[in-house]
């Protein structure tokens, strides 16, 4: 398998080529997290009290919007009037997408979504005086039930399974099913029922105290379904009420369960909140906390502020749990009968606190603190009767968005909307990073009165992905996104209304403009100083994708206004003065000085990045600890499929407006001004918004190899990726994926252990299907090296799982023509994996090829040559000399080493020495031909150093093995003479060259070589210069084909013979 370690060259060649995708991916994750910092609810509350209200600054847009209404079916018309006679009650359940009503003993559950389809529930003959949805407790019903409906009467609580299956078309089928579980409740009759995450049923009796529901598998011996009181002494739950005994009670009358923080908070009509912890594992009760006197608490804060406020307002009616996404020190909302709201936190000089403790950690309540009053709107604000503060008969609150619902007339009551304003806000936050002051924004809020529809029975907020996550800020809303959807169940029916986002405003504006240009284009401009010109700018982008995806004309039209709204707005690139600009998201660019990037540039880059933010930093392969691999890897992938496919409409916007992106010549009209630094500010822009295109691009494809890969199992495929690099693989996210060197390289492995894979399940076709797959959805996430490389490792993988020679030998011969097209691109371990490979499968010319046409792409200017030149000398280990060029020849020496051991295993072959390769003995049937071979394709080269390394090498064996000074002698090539004439000392060199001479029958210069060791060679024993002479004479009488007839052989003779005398007399 292959590890992730490469050479520093190649790790630095490997940053160099993806630079540009690091710049761009550091600037993606710089705006994400900048734009995933929300606003804290409790940083907005500034005192101890406030009343800050506004009206929108932009002409007839409201924060609300009535998007239908349902008349309610003529059954449930016909039981509604005959409520005079009968106890009725009514409810929302969004979860399953139905409203109930109780009519005496009769439950109705309305899909209010297809409209008509109404389900009767009448198996019990009491007076139902509420209704309960709650999630139930695992291993208790089958997977068909996901909910369990509560039903309380005076004399039971009844539970029901309710069992949900999406339909193709609207809406989705309901099945009730019968459980046989109730519990007698004693004339206590319950209400304000909730649940927790783990299936507890918590609920409110009319004594006064809290009481749980436990109810168990049937199969169990002991009783199945019991009611427990939770405020009261254990004993009394195994003792008989009687009537002569007085009992105490904490006249409870409304709970309210945090299941993030596992909290209850429990309101009594004495003023009085009372807080309980359920344990980490929700499975606890017990009381941690309480606040008294909280009228007379929130009187005083008001009168500090000089604000008039009497008992009677601060009657809570309803309280409302704060979620952890909208704040971390605030985690209660109690809303009295006036309309005030008070805001409380269950633990201790939480606002005193500068750390803030990640969500992640549960902390332990260990008080309960009111920590501010917010003040209902003035009489100005809203329509009034003859009370300062009307009474509220009911209130929803979640994330920012209050709903409640005031008495008008004695047949229609009014319900008004508040949400929060985020215009003001955005720009004092966004402009801290670029030299100025953050001032901390005060919570402003606008109110929206809705129509009058008849007397409310309900509100509720329609279920959807992100109830309960929802930001106070909601800027960063897309217009493909869900807005936040509310219900209000009236006596006539349900109507449903909308939260408006920027986006929407905006996007109404542009609709608008074409009736009214004059006035939409004050209204615009309005909007691109409320909001800033770079969220603007982003949000006409989000217009223009989503009008791609749309068969509107209408919507084309305001898709097209967008674009130039983009273009026209977005500004231009500025030099960075001694105070950057405030409308600027960015301040300066990442890896930029000077540069202030325009709207244009930063509202694309922001727009990037909230579409790219859900799958950012995900694990993308992550790996489930239990048996639910399949729902997490299906998770993922929907993410991911939603993901791309807002990606690729963004893609497809910078495709139809090239100029926008593309590096465009110096001859363009944009580039055409005397002003250099001004030339200079476009051209670094430029090549901004063609990194990000270029990263969009990758990201796009990187979805679809993810994809690919889990696809495939990514447990499987984890099995054939090395021990070392699965950790970091299974915490691989797309940013690392994309941006680091190290993503690069495992991305890779990712690759290849999929080819493993299919092989293993292939076994004569299909080893090019994931070869396949990238060059049809990722060619631009993979290049021309990377694909070669690819499809190498697939025939090697597939000459592996060959049944005959021939088709290994085609799939071996494939696998090296890929492989040197990708030679340059392949680690140093994965090439030593691809020789050792071939090696197994007796390829040795394979190895030879490979690792010379490695060299070459790794040095294709020959430093390596020159520097072994400018020293005069052939190193055979690497070295750590200063000159830059000493880096190519080691570069070039690993690859030779892989010749080398190929060619000492041929000739333990040739020997008949046993050769292991991967555990496995290595057998041919002709080793004398495969060692010629291998020889003869390596001395084939013209690659000087490898010829000058390799006859290096033999030379120096052959002081050991006197047979590779026999292959030595047997090269034939152009490089070994200037080779032993350069490189070898001069008496080795020219006792080598007499027998290379002789050997080729070339006996002139064998004894010229012969009579130069004998006579230039000082210390030379008397005995040897004879030696030298006589071998030198008896070439010289040797016939040599090329001086046959040449003087000079006849007078090199006689010089020899004469110089025998001269030393003989000598020795006398």
């Not at 009014?414 to 030299?435: E, K, L, W």
């Not at 074409?514 to 969220?535: C, H, I, V």
């Not at 030099?575 to 600009?581: K, R, V």
């Not at 070669?788 to 060959?802: I, P, Q």
Request: include cysteine; aromatic fraction near 10%; glycine fraction near 4%.
């Amino acid at each position: 398998m292959i590890n992730s370690a490469k050479t520093h060259e190649q790790i630095k060649h490997n940053m160099n080529k993806n630079e540009p995708h690091v710049k761009a991916g550091k600037l993606l994750t710089q705006l994400i997290e900048k734009d995933q910092k929300q606003l804290d609810l409790a940083d907005l509350l500034k005192g101890s009290t406030s009343q800050q209200y506004t009206q929108p600054l932009i002409r007839h847009t409201d924060h609300f919007i009535k998007t239908g209404s349902i008349r309610m079916p003529d059954i449930l018309d016909e039981a509604y009037d005959r409520t005079e006679d009968y106890n009725t009650f009514a409810g929302i359940l969004p979860e399953i997408g139905r409203a109930w009503i109780a009519v005496d003993n009769i439950l109705y559950l309305w899909d209010y979504i297809s409209g008509t389809d109404v389900y009767r529930y009448d198996d019990q003959d009491q007076i139902i005086r509420d209704v309960g949805l709650v999630k139930p407790k695992p291993g208790v019903f089958g997977n068909h039930i996901q909910y369990v409906l509560v039903v309380t009467t005076p004399l039971e609580v009844i539970l029901l399974g309710v069992g949900i299956v999406p339909s193709t078309t609207q809406g989705n089928t309901m099945d009730l099913f019968a459980t046989d579980m109730s519990v007698p409740c004693d004339d206590i009759q319950m209400s304000s029922i909730q649940g927790t995450g783990n299936g507890r049923i918590i609920m409110c009796g009319s004594n006064g105290h809290i009481y749980e529901l436990d109810y168990y598998h049937p199969d169990l011996w002991y009783s199945h379904c019991r009611l427990r009181c939770l405020t009261a002494s254990s004993m009394i739950n195994y003792l008989p009420r009687l009537p002569f005994i007085p009992q105490t009670s904490p006249k409870f009358k409304y709970i309210a369960i945090d299941d993030e923080r596992n909290v209850l908070y429990a309101f009594s009509g004495e003023s009085t909140i009372e807080v309980f912890y359920l344990g980490s594992t929700k499975n606890e009760f017990t009381s941690v906390a309480k606040k008294t006197d909280i009228t007379n608490s929130a009187i005083s804060m008001c009168r500090q502020n000089s604000m008039i406020a009497s008992a009677p307002d601060f009657n809570i009616e309803y309280l409302h749990v704060v979620s952890t996404t909208e704040s971390s020190k605030i985690h209660l909302v109690a809303v009295t009968e006036s309309g005030f709201r008070l805001y409380f936190s269950h633990q201790r000089d939480a606002l005193r606190t500068a750390y803030t403790y990640p969500s992640n950690i549960q902390m332990i309540p260990n008080a309960l603190e009111l920590l501010h009053v917010r003040l209902p709107p003035r009489p100005t604000t809203v329509n009034q009767t003859i009370q300062p503060y009307p009474k509220i008969f009911c209130s929803y609150y979640d994330c920012g968005v209050l709903l409640d619902f005031q008495k008008f007339d004695d047949h229609n009551d009014v319900v008004y909307m508040t949400s929060a304003t985020v215009g003001d806000s955005i720009q004092s936050t966004t402009c801290s990073t670029n030299g100025y002051i953050s001032q901390r924004p005060s919570l402003t809020e606008t109110v929206t009165e809705l129509e009058r529809n008849g007397k409310v029975w309900a509100i509720s907020e329609a279920s959807t992905p992100r109830k309960g996550k929802y930001a106070l800020n909601d800027i960063g809303s897309q217009l493909t996104d869900q807005p936040r959807k509310f219900l209000v169940f009236t006596d006539r029916g349900l109507t449903f209304f909308n939260k408006e986002r920027p986006v929407d405003t905006l996007y109404h504006l542009l609709s608008e403009s074409k009736l009214n240009p004059e006035n939409s284009q004050r209204d615009l401009l309005t909007f691109f100083d409320m909001f800033g010109q770079t969220q603007a700018c982003a949000m006409c982008l989000s217009i223009v994708c989503a009008s791609y995806v749309s068969s509107s004309p209408e919507q084309d039209d305001i898709g097209r206004w967008a674009k130039q709204l983009f273009f026209d707005f977005g500004g231009h690139p500025s030099a960075a003065g001694p105070s950057p600009m405030i409308g600027n998201y960015l301040g300066q660019a990442v890896g930029q000085t000077g540069v202030i990037y325009s709207s244009k540039h930063d509202g694309l880059a922001l727009y990037f990045a909230r579409l790219i933010s859900d799958i950012w930093k995900t694990k993308v392969f992550e790996i489930s600890s239990g048996t639910n691999q399949a729902d997490l890897s299906s998770r993922i992938q929907s993410n991911l499929f939603n993901v791309q496919n807002n990606l690729s409409r963004l893609k497809h916007f910078m495709d139809q407006n090239p100029d926008f992106h593309n590096m465009a010549a110096i001859t363009n009209d944009r580039f055409q001004s005397n002003d250099h630094n001004a030339l200079q500010l476009l051209l670094t822009e430029q090549q901004s918004v063609h990194d990000l295109y270029e990263l969009l691009k990758q990201c796009i494809e990187a979805i679809s190899f993810i994809d690919f890969v889990i696809d495939a199992n990514v447990k499987d495929v984890l099995q054939c990726v090395p021990e070392s690099s699965k950790n970091e693989i299974v915490n691989m996210t797309l940013e690392s994926m994309l941006s680091s060197p190290q993503g690069v390289a495992l991305k890779r492995e990712l690759v290849i252990a999929a080819i493993y894979r299919y092989g293993s399940t292939h076994i004569h076709a299909g080893y090019d299907v994931v070869s396949d797959f990238l060059q049809r959805k990722c060619p631009s996430f993979f290049g021309a090296s990377d694909m070669a490389f690819y499809k190498g490792v697939e025939n090697l993988t597939c000459a592996h799982k060959a049944d005959v020679d021939y088709e290994r030998n085609i799939a071996l011969d494939e696998s090296l023509k890929y492989f040197k097209d990708a030679a340059d691109s392949i680690t140093d371990d994965k090439m030593t994996e691809i020789c050792a490979e071939y090696r197994y499968q007796g390829y040795y010319r394979g190895v030879v090829k490979l690792a010379l046409e490695r060299a070459r792409r790794l040095d294709p200017q020959e430093q390596g040559l020159a520097y072994m030149e400018s020293i005069s000398k052939i190193p055979l280990i690497t070295t750590t000399a200063d000159d830059p060029r000493v880096q190519f020849y080691d570069l070039r020496l690993r690859c030779y080493e892989q010749i080398f051991q190929s060619l000492a295993e041929v000739r333990q072959l040739q020997h008949g020495i046993k050769v292991m390769v991967k555990g496995r003995q290595i057998q041919v049937n002709h080793p004398d031909a495969l060692a010629n071979e291998v020889l003869s394709t390596a001395l084939s080269c013209d690659d000087k150093l490898f010829h000058y390394t390799l006859y290096q090498r033999l030379l120096a064996e052959s002081n050991n093995d006197s047979s590779m000074l026999t292959e030595l002698l047997s090269v034939d090539t152009k490089y070994i003479v200037p080779f032993l004439k350069e490189y070898v000392n001069a008496f080795d060199g020219m006792n080598f060259l007499w027998q290379y001479y002789r050997r080729r029958e070339q006996y002139y210069e064998a004894a010229l070589y012969l009579e130069a060791l004998a006579m230039e060679t000082p210390d030379l024993s008397i005995n040897k210069r004879l030696e030298y002479l006589g071998l030198a004479i008896v070439n010289a009488r040797s016939r040599d084909p090329k001086h046959l007839e040449l003087q000079e052989s006849t007078q090199l003779l006689q010089r020899l013979e004469q110089q025998m005398e001269q030393v003989r007399t000598m020795s006398l």
